[in-house]
């Protein structure tokens, strides 16, 4: 027993296992329940703790490590009226189930995920001319398995479909690919088109996937009727469900569904679990979803990691025998040695990991790199840096160090000098009509895009903030920009918060930039590129004035750079072990490269993040086991 759950909390907060917030929610606990037994008010402030982290719920067999008084667990959970069993008291704040403790909203959007998956996860009737389709879109190339045409194979197969891969393995392609096959399949059964939606967690990563998805689907081998039949646009998930000002709750939800038979989300490992929730609440009966996003990056930021969950048993594959016959047949594709003869799960059969990157061959030292930190393998990581690839490379992690690297680069990389000297070279003569603005402004976008430095945290010596003072300040120094505070050509920003108003999404890049005010003076701009509603983007110049909520991104977090690519990548880490530190950190830092790659760290700071591969709890692949 805890004799003063006052003092206990008090003690917690002080020694910093718990959070003012976690001490506040078992207070109001306390307020609902004064005889409730103090292990469960501290087991709550631990659960809270814990929620911030990113988990789902606790393993109550574990909360004796924590605090020793909280052994046995199950028993006095059970017995208190502030925690419920699965279809117990609905006014339970919260929830036991089986051996994991939980906060009710987040047992019950896990529960809404697993039974909307559960019910889509049964192999639809094959559609007839499947196999003539697949063999069509997918033209046999060497030997090995072709996994976009098993990806889509088990994505026509069923209503509920996972496709994971690194980057470059080609999902954009796989899903073109698929909605063709779709569409081709309803068109030639004379059925109406089907309504499609794309969808990405971020506005930056809808912009992205409009752009790859817009050239892919004009290369399409398919009929003009079935081309026009695949949308170019990418939407927000928070535009698509139709997000409300001051509430959780969307416009379209399981009384309003949305207007769809096929809806595909991309980078979907962002998603965490109540937005997960919310859109497969949205979804009508009849539709099917597609999940594409790469299960090894960085989970979302908010509680829950879906995709990892989902994909937890991806590598190995667990394709049951029906599957492999039925691949086999429907496709002319062999995966036996993925069978799983013991124990193959429902959910297996509907994932698929496309395993050959064609953007990163045997060449490449980034493909190279990104593979040795999937393993875990400290000491293959550091063998990959004393190889032969000239597309990596690692700096020791000094603060000049990095002020110099993100200002040159390193020969042929480029640096932020590439981009303020490009901006000026390319400088329209003053009276240039709008259209030579504009695509100054683009160019300016593009040749920013051309290089990113990434740290780990945002506050803290090493973190986004200190490095984007001091490159700001090197860069005056050098007399690269006018200023390094405030508003000044060559500020790159970031938007941090959804503008409805101005069409800018949290996460879109600007760069300012000095143009005319129509006055024969000189105002300063910020150049983004937008969506032009019919799959191209185009630029926007908005006053700084009217951005309420951007932050310099000289440098920025790697969590903010998910979704976005750069022909250079610089990571930053700090020197010390941190809790941030963490192989998808890395992982998703190093694919964030197109083609050149530095990491400015200590060897052993690379090993410690590399051997720390996160888990969050969560019961969400045994409900679906
Ligand atoms: N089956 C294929 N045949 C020929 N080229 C392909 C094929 N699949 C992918 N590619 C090419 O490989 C590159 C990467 O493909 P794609 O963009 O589809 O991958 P992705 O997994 O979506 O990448 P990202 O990591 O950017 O999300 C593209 O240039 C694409 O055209």
Redesign the pocket.
């Known amino acids: 027993m805890i004799a003063d759950i006052h003092a206990w909390l008090d003690g917690a907060a002080a020694d910093g296992r718990l959070r003012a917030m976690d001490r506040a929610f078992a207070r109001f606990l306390f307020t609902l329940d004064p005889a409730a037994d103090t292990r469960v008010l501290a087991a709550a402030a631990l659960l809270s703790r814990e929620l911030a982290e990113g988990h789902i719920c606790v393993d109550v067999g574990a909360l004796a490590e924590q605090e020793p008084t909280l052994a046995d667990a199950s028993t006095w959970l059970g017995a208190s009226a502030l925690v419920a069993r699965p279809g117990g008291d609905e006014a339970a704040p919260l929830v036991l189930d089986a051996n994991l403790l939980y906060l009710r909203r987040f047992w019950r959007d896990e529960a809404r995920v697993a039974a909307a998956i559960l019910g889509r996860l049964a192999p639809l009737p094959d559609p007839p001319g499947l196999r003539a389709e697949l063999d069509r879109l997918?033209p046999a190339?060497g030997d090995g398995v072709?996994w976009?045409k098993v990806a889509c194979a088990i994505a026509s197969r069923s209503a509920f479909a996972v496709i994971t891969?690194?980057?470059?393995?080609?999902?954009?392609?796989?899903v073109?690919r698929l909605l063709g096959l779709l569409q081709t399949l309803a068109w030639k059964r004379g059925e109406p088109r089907l309504r499609i939606r794309l969808a990405a967690p971020t506005g930056k990563a809808a912009a992205?996937l409009n752009a790859?998805i817009a050239a892919?689907v004009a290369r399409l081998d398919v009929d003009a009727a079935v081309r026009e039949g695949i949308p170019a646009e990418v939407t927000t998930l928070h535009r698509l469900l139709g997000s409300r000002p001051d509430t959780r709750a969307f416009q379209h939800n399981a009384d309003n569904p949305l207007h769809v038979d096929v809806l595909v989300i991309?980078e979907a490992s962002m998603i965490d679990l109540e937005m997960m929730a919310a859109t497969l609440d949205a979804l009508p009966a009849g539709a099917r979803i597609v999940l594409?996003g790469?299960k090894d990056q960085l989970s979302s930021v908010e509680a829950g990691a879906v995709l990892g969950d989902l994909c937890a048993r991806a590598e190995p594959g667990h394709y049951d025998d029906a599957t492999v016959a039925w691949l086999r047949d429907a496709a002319g594709v062999d995966v036996s040695p993925w069978r799983d003869a013991t124990t193959p799960w429902a959910l297996d059969q509907r994932v698929t990991m496309?395993r050959r990157s064609?953007?990163f061959g045997t060449d490449s030292g980034i493909g190279a790199l990104a593979s040795a930190i999937n393993e875990g393998n400290g000491a293959a990581v550091a063998r990959v840096f004393e190889g032969r690839f000239d597309d990596i490379a690692r700096m020791p992690a000094t603060p000049a160090a990095v002020a110099a690297l993100a200002i040159d680069g390193r020969a042929p990389a480029p640096g932020y000098r590439h981009y303020l000297e490009w901006i000026q070279a390319h400088r329209p003569a003053a009276g240039a009509d709008e259209d030579t603005w504009a695509a100054w402004g683009r160019g300016a976008l593009e040749a920013h895009r051309r290089f990113q430095l990434l740290c780990a945290t945002k506050r803290g010596d090493h973190g986004v903030d200190s490095q984007n003072e001091r490159i700001a300040l090197a860069l005056l120094s050098r007399g690269l920009v006018r200023a390094a505070t405030g508003w000044y050509e060559g500020r790159p920003v970031m938007v941090v918060r959804n503008d409805y108003a101005l069409g800018l999404m949290n996460g879109d890049i600007g760069v300012t930039l000095a143009l005319p005010d129509g006055q024969g003076g000189i105002a300063l701009r910020v150049a983004f590129l937008v969506t032009d509603g019919a799959g191209g983007e185009r630029v926007r110049f908005v006053a700084p004035s009217r951005l309420s909520a951007v932050d310099t991104v000289f440098a920025m977090t790697v969590h903010k750079s998910q979704g976005s690519?750069f022909e250079h990548t610089a990571l930053a880490l700090p020197p010390e072990p941190s809790p941030v530190l963490t192989r998808e950190l890395v992982y998703t830092g190093v694919?964030r490269a197109r083609r050149h790659f530095t990491l400015v760290a200590a060897p052993d700071i690379l090993a410690y993040a590399v051997a720390r591969k996160t888990r969050r709890a969560s019961g969400l692949l045994d409900r679906l086991r």
Do not use: A, M, Y
Request: aromatic share 4%.
């Open positions: 997918f190339e072709d976009q891969g690194g980057p470059g393995t080609g999902k954009t392609t796989t073109v992205r790859s892919q991309d594409l790469d496309l064609r953007r690519e694919t």
